[in-house]
Nanobody, 120 residues
Framework: QVQLVESGGGLVQPGGSLRLSCAAS????????IGWFRQAPGKEREGVSC????????YYADSVRGRFVISRDNAKNTVYLQMNNLKPDDTAVYYC?????????????WGKGTLVTVSS
């Protein structure tokens, strides 16, 4: 069964840290562009970070650059998002995403999300 499963969300105080994990099954993440998105209440889903398949170069949204780090462990078929110095504005459901082009088709998978709440 092809799926992405996120974990690691929870309640954290401002300034705290969390590490999100996204485990893939049914396909190999190393063949995909991988990324993290988030959706806050009442807002549209936005991109947070992604990692290129070719050279592993990471990209970050301005709002998280310097605080979040994306990484992948191909042996575990898992991608991570280390989130430091969290702020209340980081509160959202975080989704893992995998994407590649196969011939003329686009292949994309989404996880169901994990909730991160930053509050004192």
């Amino acid at each position: 069964q092809v799926q992405l499963v996120e974990s690691g969300g929870g309640l954290v105080q401002p300034g705290g840290s969390l590490r999100l994990s996204c485990a893939a099954s049914g396909f190999s993440l190393d063949a995909y562009l991988i990324g993290w998105f988030r959706q806050a209440p009442g807002k549209e889903r936005e991109g947070v970070s992604c990692m290129m398949r070719s050279d592993g170069s990471p990209y970050y949204a301005d709002s998280v650059r310097g605080r979040f780090v994306i990484s992948r462990d191909n042996a575990k078929n898992t991608v991570y998002l280390q989130m430091n110095n969290l702020k209340p504005d980081d509160t959202a459901v975080y989704y893992c995403h995998a994407y590649r082009i196969a011939g003329d088709a686009e292949v994309t998978y989404w996880g169901k999300g994990t909730l991160v709440t930053v509050s004192s």
